[in-house]
């Protein structure tokens, strides 16, 4: 899953891209789905969409028996009563006061013309005549007793506590309850009712049942839920607006190309930036990350690595404010570090003594223009069509992932490489001016350190190793035509090739002044001198690729390839087994370099 990364200095009015599984994508997955997910699931388990209210009133079938004291009194002393019951032990104890009534269980319409004979005052009082007693005893019953258990249910069980009854008369096969069970009661005293006529029945006595009766059940209008939704979308949806209007609504490639020569000390990659910096539509720095190091010396190179990212990227959008925390007291153009091995620097508008065509040299610029203001910086590079970077202190190409799927910026990678040994080489040339950025890569916390162990080329051997198998090895898509690996041993034995092939790559055209000075640059006397380490100067550049060979002894070689052995394999060296090798200059120790080996400008997707 893609990463979130956050940058100090975010490009105003620009859309940042997220992908299909990063945090930002799932984050608004999730908004959403809180959004409609519960009003939807709270609307289903309500039924307060699509069910009728028949479907959701509890309706229980109920499976029931009823026990029925009848108790009449007669006079006013004890045992002046007579009485039946369903319970035969309580009968048996009646002796003479037991009456047994002749009823039948039947259901009686109440609106039939005999229902009145069905009224209980006239059974019972048929029931004493029958019985020899007299009418006005039997009229003058004051009282009648029900008491009413019911038994189990099929879904839920019933308790009801013996209800004292006043008196009552059928109505419609109901008995009129005078208690808060009546709606219940009712329920069971039901017999042999068509389906019909219980279903309306059930829903107008149900909705008489006080709450406590019924099963709780939570409904939603579908009115309240459409009313939640309709607020919800509205919200979204301005906070969209909201936002949005701070983002172009077309995300067109950025008018600049940008690119960053991603390299090591001492791998030929000054010379290489030169190549850029001495083109007319180039703007180019030298190793601004710098000042990053200098400030931060005691920290570690991966720790460094997104503070020199955020200023990479802040130089490529010509935003030179990034310089701010590490230059506060910057003035002029000379306070920035390799500032005169730029051309467009020494040039209009930066600088009035030369023209933006002319071949520039780090002498005459810093004769002339070292007193420009430091803010012709940013307006220098607002004015070219290509920004151009050289960096060595890239240990890890997934730092750049953020770069290159930034929408503001254009960014192609070139990377620089050099066979380890020839590195080594050139690096015991400049080993004072090395020491404080060895620190840094072996993390000494600021101790000044000489690399005499290679520890610190065997760091860089890593890196470019890593760097490419990233690249090469299942890369993500957006780096597709995005990076191209360079040899340095390539580069001085076919020049104008390599450039061409690298101009093409950085969609810059090569000028009859650039091959002019190319060729000279390329073809001088000898591999230059130690003085020269650090300058551009016009030397034989095979001469200077081949140099390690007569220059470093057999043992320091063989070190050199035991800690940089993979570099050496993967970036296509070969490796030597005896002194006799090493200084027979005519077995090429560079290997030629295989079809779609180091480049992406030639992807082929079938390979």
């Known amino acids: 899953m893609a990463g ?11 859309r940042y891209r997220a992908g299909l599984c990063s945090a930002a994508a799932l984050a608004l997955l999730l908004i959403t789905a809180l959004t409609y997910v519960p009003p939807l699931l709270l609307a289903y388990r309500s039924h307060g969409f699509w069910l009728k209210q028949s479907a959701y009133l509890e309706q229980p079938t109920v499976r029931f028996r009823y026990e029925v004291l009848f108790v009449a009194t007669i006079g006013s002393g004890p045992g002046s009563f007579l009485a039946w019951s369903t319970f035969p032990a309580f009968n048996r104890l009646q002796e003479d006061r037991l009456r047994v009534p002749l009823l039948s269980v039947s259901v009686v319409n109440g609106t039939s013309p005999f229902a009145s004979d069905y009224d209980l005052v006239n059974i019972i009082a048929a029931y004493w005549d029958r019985n020899g007693e007299g009418d006005m005893l039997i009229r003058s019953i004051c009282q009648y007793f029900l008491v009413v258990t019911v038994a189990s249910s099929e879904t839920h069980r019933v308790h009801l506590r013996p209800v004292v009854l006043g008196l009552f008369a059928f109505e419609d096969a109901i008995v009129p309850v005078q208690t808060e069970s009546q709606c219940c009661l009712q329920h069971y005293f039901r017999e042999n009712w068509s389906e019909e006529r219980s279903e309306r029945q059930s829903r107008q006595d149900f909705s008489r049942c006080p709450s406590s009766v019924r099963m709780a059940r939570i409904r939603i209008p579908s009115t309240i839920v459409i009313i939640f939704v309709t607020v919800q979308t509205g919200f979204l949806l301005f906070m969209y607006a909201r936002y949005s209007s701070f983002m172009p609504q077309s995300e067109e490639k950025p008018s600049q190309v940008h690119i960053l020569i991603l390299s090591s000390w001492r791998s030929g990659s000054s010379f ?41 990227r802040s130089v490529f959008l010509c935003d030179m404010s990034v310089f701010d925390a590490y230059m506060p007291w910057k003035r002029n153009l000379s306070d920035l570090f390799q500032w005169a091995a730029s051309r467009a620097l020494c040039s209009a508008p930066a600088c009035d003594s030369f023209q933006r065509t002319d071949i520039t040299s780090e002498l005459a610029c810093k004769t002339l223009c070292g007193r420009y203001p430091f803010s012709k910086v940013e307006e220098a590079c607002k004015t070219y069509s290509h920004v151009v970077i050289k960096e060595v202190r890239f240990f890890d190409l997934k730092v750049l992932y953020p770069l290159l799927t930034d929408p503001s910026l254009n960014l192609k990678i070139i990377h620089l490489v050099r066979d380890p040994r020839a590195v080594v080489k050139s690096r015991e040339q400049s080993v004072k001016a090395l020491t404080r950025d060895n620190g840094i890569v072996l993390s000494t916390n600021g101790t000044k350190v000489e690399d005499s162990k290679y520890k610190v080329m065997q760091e860089v051997c890593r890196s470019h190793v890593q760097i490419y198998e990233t690249a090469t090895l299942k890369p993500p898509n957006f780096l597709k035509e995005r990076y191209l690996m360079v040899r340095f041993e390539d580069l001085v034995r076919d020049p104008f090739s390599e450039i061409s092939e690298m101009y093409k790559f950085a969609d810059l055209s090569l000028t009859p002044r650039l091959k002019s000075w190319i060729y000279n640059i390329t073809h001088g006397q000898g591999p230059g001198k130690k003085k020269e380490a650090f300058k551009i100067t016009s030397r034989d550049a095979v001469s200077v690729s081949q140099a390690w060979r007569n220059a470093l002894s057999f043992q320091k070689v063989k070190k050199i390839q035991e800690v940089c052995k993979g570099a050496i394999n993967i970036l296509g060296y070969q490796l030597v087994d005896s002194e006799k090798e090493q200084r027979d200059l005519t077995l090429d120790l560079v290997l030629p370099r295989r079809q ?8 082929n997707p079938k390979h």
């Open 4 to 14: 979130v990364d956050l940058f100090s200095h975010p490009a105003l009015y620009t």
């Open 272 to 312: 290489v930036g030169q190549l850029f910096s001495q083109h007319p539509s180039v703007f180019y720095l030298m190793e601004p990350a710098w000042h990053v190091w200098v400030t931060m010396y005691q920290n570690s190179a991966k720790v460094l690595h997104m503070a020199v990212r955020d200023l990479v």
């Open 596 to 603: 779609n080996q180091f480049s992406w400008s030639s992807f």
